[in-house]
């Protein structure tokens, strides 16, 4: 076999675990998660891509391929993701808002599914199921790593469905996510325990919009994009994540190739 088939196959794989786990749940659902409550259709929403993720996972390779058990949590996580907790309570803190208005209990719960359903859903599929089909191609850590951090990259256009006018910003967006996808690939293959990425994950979308439940400000400018600087400085502050995953990948490198 070709390293261009052994390429293709799981980049084909790939697309259509995506599609059938993303797209395809939100374009034919989307007229009844916009109906309910804020925050409540996007967990619900990505509820759904997480059980359709698991039941492909079992339908195409007989099984689940990664394991939901949670071993030496707090060792992989001080030892390797350290540094995703500290983007993110750093995130937190320089993107806060005035606080001008309070929220509600319910909204606070649905903000927090909404995030966590997030994390889940998406470690599932771009870690759990996408990275594993590239390692098992055999084309290498590297390779594995790039491509499936690419495609979870690009899977954040779908915000222009819901947010048409961040075009700047969502580009933005598709660049420091494939930026942290690297990362958290390496995490994921350094600990080898999928839930250190669900809560780096959790806590990285948790703090980018938390400011949005009590600021005016901050949930205005979600939904509009912001300067180019901004949207620059924070690629730019991301490939941090780039440059900690490749030295935690050098010394496993030869393991998959």
């Keep these: 076999m070709s390293r261009k088939t052994k390429i293709v196959k799981p980049i084909i794989y790939s697309l259509f675990v995506f599609a059938i786990t993303m797209p395809f749940i939100w374009g034919i659902l989307n007229p009844l998660f916009i109906k309910m409550p804020e925050y409540y259709g996007g967990a619900f929403k990505y509820f759904l891509s997480l059980l359709s993720s698991l039941g492909l996972c079992f339908a195409l390779d007989k099984g689940i391929k990664f394991s939901l058990k949670n071993k030496n949590f707090l060792e992989g996580l001080f030892s390797y993701g350290l540094l995703g907790i500290i983007c993110a309570v750093a995130a937190m803190v320089f993107s806060y808002s005035p606080i001008d208005h309070s929220t509600t209990p319910i909204k606070v719960i649905g903000y927090i599914l909404y995030c966590l359903m997030i994390a889940m859903s998406e470690e599932f599929i771009f870690r759990g199921m996408i990275l594993h089909r590239f390692i098992q191609s055999k084309n290498g850590i590297f390779t594995a790593v790039i491509f499936s951090s690419l495609i979870f990259g690009i899977r954040h256009f779908l915000n222009l469905?819901?947010?048409?006018?961040?075009?700047?910003?969502?580009?933005?967006?598709?660049?420091?996510?494939?930026?942290?996808?690297?990362?958290?690939?390496?995490?994921?293959?350094?600990?080898?325990?999928i839930w250190i990425c669900v809560l780096i994950h959790f806590m990285e979308d948790f703090s980018t919009g938390f400011w949005a439940l009590v600021s005016s400000e901050a949930y205005a400018s979600q939904n509009v994009d912001g300067e180019i600087l901004q949207v620059v400085?924070?690629?730019?502050?991301?490939?941090?994540?780039?440059?900690?995953?490749?030295?935690?990948?050098?010394?496993?490198?030869?393991?998959?190739?």
């Design 233 to 257: 400085l924070l690629v730019v502050v991301h490939s941090i994540y780039i440059i900690f995953g490749v030295m935690m990948l050098k010394k496993d490198r030869k393991k998959l190739n």
């Design 161 to 193: 469905i819901t947010m048409p006018n961040t075009v700047i910003s969502t580009i933005g967006q598709v660049l420091f996510t494939f930026m942290a996808g690297f990362y958290l690939c390496a995490v994921y293959i350094k600990t080898d325990n």
